[in-house]
């Protein structure tokens, strides 16, 4: 269970997150909406345990998601996520499997990078990689043996269609045995995967709704951000 509770985390030009509330539990994909600025990055960053709050409280089974005994149980990928230029994609997913959970890595490490064209270029170096190849990395190294908790921003960026397609199988694959946050300005993206959606709007969170076929994102998007 994650259980969100008036977390708060401004800056000194007074933007960020002003109050987030919210609770998830395995099998739920939580979907975070709004502009640039709106807080999202900050809420998910938080959320992930990077950053500390400062006010209110971000747990993940009744572990604040700051302390270091949570982190094997989280997956975070960042908007724009950094890599050692020097380091091969196999061997940074290596270490970061090793890391979270203390072993060699099985079987599934290897379906992911079948999964996402990886194979070929396992012994690239990541200063060799592309924008886009650099994000399937990093969605791998967020997802891999499905963590309690994922936490996706902006996954979608940078990925062509094939990729988007597999993240989406990938996400509703790992939402049986975790909670994903996501948040992305690809609308009927997030409508395709979601279960529940925060719509955020200047560091608040003004709305919130269980998703079905019949919302109107485009609709609610306008109604909150464009009157």
């Known amino acids: 269970m994650l259980k969100i509770d008036g977390i708060k985390k401004t800056y000194s ?4 997150l002003k109050s987030l509330s919210l609770k998830a539990k395995r099998g739920e994909i939580v979907c975070l909406i709004g502009p640039n600025g709106s807080g999202k990055s900050t809420a998910l960053r938080v959320i992930a345990g990077i950053i500390k709050c400062d ?3 971000c747990r993940l089974n009744n572990t604040e998601t700051f ?3 949570i982190k094997r149980d989280i997956g975070y990928l960042e908007e724009s996520p950094f890599y050692y230029d020097n380091i091969s994609v196999e061997n940074f997913l290596t270490f970061i499997w090793g890391v979270k959970y203390s072993n060699e890595p099985n079987d599934e490490l290897q379906r992911l990078l079948k999964k996402f064209d ?3 270029i396992r012994n690239y170096k990541m200063k060799e990689l592309s924008m886009g190849l650099k994000k399937r990395v990093g969605i791998i190294s967020s997802i891999m043996n499905y963590p309690n908790l994922i936490i996706l921003d902006e996954p979608a960026n940078g990925l062509d269609t094939k990729s988007i397609i597999n993240l989406k199988d990938e996400i509703k694959r790992a939402s049986e045995r975790s909670i994903i946050i996501i ?6 993206y997030l409508k395709s995967l979601g279960t529940r959606i925060v719509f955020l709007k200047e560091g608040l969170a003004i709305k919130e709704l269980n998703i079905d076929y019949s919302v109107n994102l485009e609709a609610l998007y306008r109604s909150i951000y464009m009157t």
């Open 183 to 188: 948040s992305s300005h690809i609308l009927e």
């Open 118 to 120: 990886l194979s070929s």
């Open 67 to 69: 302390d270091r005994e």
């Open 55 to 57: 006010n209110g409280t």
């Open 13 to 16: 030009n007074g933007k960020g």
